[in-house]
């Protein structure tokens, strides 16, 4: 258990509908980052939250949505789902943002749409 | 932002030879580069790291090397094993961490 906890573990779906995807970083770090990794892809940064605030966007798509809770939790926000958006989603939790601080992964949330 | 290339993306060497994997990065504000294993259908796991005031680290079989100049770092895992067998990715830490494509290691026994 790396201490980063992510819900749900799969998520299946139908095109059009919207999903959550719940992430509770590990006590004690304040940062939070959302990755995409589609079959046999790399992972693909979305967005960063520090202390509730967001820090750092990447190639999210306007569909997608997310925040961070003042008791640090964060959750991904999917709609107007594509079969295209099937993949698995990481949630990754550090100390702080600034460099120099490794990540620590959860499990992933498995979503398949269809 | 941060742009990570990594090469090569498949590696298949025989177990106990060497394998080694080559990444480059953009921003020369980078400082920070890890590197992370995932066996399939797995979480990506910190296996090392190395910061840009030192250029060479080694954990038993494995060692980073760090080239600040030409902006590029490599993996050295060496008396490869089996079980080493996995997806390796590169990442360079700006505000955020932008990860490289990938290199799938095939280790035969």
């Known amino acids: 258990d790396s201490g980063v906890t992510q819900t749900p573990k799969h998520l299946i779906t139908a095109t059009g509908q919207r999903v959550t995807l719940r992430c509770s970083p590990r006590?004690?770090?304040?940062?939070v980052y959302w990755y995409q990794q589609s079959l046999d892809q790399g992972l693909q940064f979305l967005i960063q939250?520090?202390?509730?605030?967001?820090?750092a966007k990447g190639n999210i798509l306007e569909r997608f949505s997310a925040q961070q809770f003042p008791d640090l939790h964060s959750e991904l926000n999917l709609s107007s789902l594509e079969l295209g958006d099937s993949a698995l989603y990481f949630c990754?939790?550090?100390?702080?943002?600034?460099?120099?601080?490794?990540?620590?992964f959860g499990s992933g949330t498995r979503l398949t749409v269809v | 932002g941060e742009n990570v290339e990594q090469h090569p993306s498949t590696l298949s060497v025989q177990e106990g030879d060497s394998a080694v994997i080559k990444c480059t990065y953009s921003?020369?504000?980078?400082?920070?580069f890890p590197w992370y294993k995932q066996e399939l259908g797995k979480r990506p796991q910190l296996i090392i790291d190395?910061?840009?005031?030192?250029g060479e680290k080694k954990d038993q079989r494995i060692a980073v090397t760090l080239n600040k100049t030409a902006k590029h770092f490599s993996l050295h895992i060496t008396e490869t094993q089996p079980e080493d067998s996995a997806v390796y990715f590169c990442?360079?830490?700006?505000?955020?961490?932008?990860f490289g494509a990938g290199t799938r290691l095939t280790v035969k026994p």
């Open positions: 921003d020369s504000a980078s400082n920070y």
């Open positions: 990442a360079a830490s700006e505000d955020d961490m932008r």
């Open positions: 990754a939790s550090s100390v702080a943002p600034d460099r120099g601080h490794g990540y620590t």
């Open positions: 190395i910061r840009s005031n030192v």
């Open positions: 006590s004690g770090d304040l940062s």
């Open positions: 939250y520090y202390n509730g605030e967001e820090r």
